[in-house]
């Protein structure tokens, strides 16, 4: 079992910043990705960003690279998500996500947590 929990959502305006934060605990493994999906009324759940196990690789979808910087305090098991020049496109649900780096990356993560609201308007 895995438990993940998300804080620091908020509502900014255009251009701004807020960053997140999930704190994990249970049977998390270290060979496990760990990352970040969002979703937004009437639009597809959307993979952000994920670092790879092992090689500490970091992704980012297409539409945050450059503005969003993931990472990991790896002896405390939790991630943050600085968003830099946010827009209201970025306007969604955010979930801190686990599992196999390919399905995070996708936005099909086999763990997620309760999910933090971000507003940009």
């Known amino acids: 079992d895995v438990q993940l929990v998300e804080s620091g959502g908020g509502s900014v305006q255009p251009g701004g910043s807020l960053r997140l934060s999930c704190a994990s605990s249970?049977?998390?493994?270290?060979?496990?990705?760990m990352g970040w999906v969002r979703q937004a009324p009437g639009k597809e759940r959307e993979g952000v960003a994920a670092?790879?196990?092992?090689?500490?690789?970091?992704y980012y979808g297409d539409s945050v690279k450059g503005r969003f910087t993931i990472s990991r305090d790896g002896a405390q098991r939790t991630i943050h998500l600085q968003m830099n020049r946010l827009e209201p496109e970025d306007t969604a649900m955010y979930y801190c996500?686990?599992?196999?780096?390919?399905?995070?990356?996708?936005?099909?993560?086999?763990?997620w947590g309760q999910g933090t609201q971000v507003t940009v308007s």
């Open positions: 996500a686990a599992g196999s780096t390919l399905m995070v990356v996708a936005g099909r993560p086999n763990y």
């Open positions: 249970g049977s998390i493994y270290d060979t496990m990705c």
């Open positions: 670092i790879s196990p092992g090689s500490g690789r970091r």
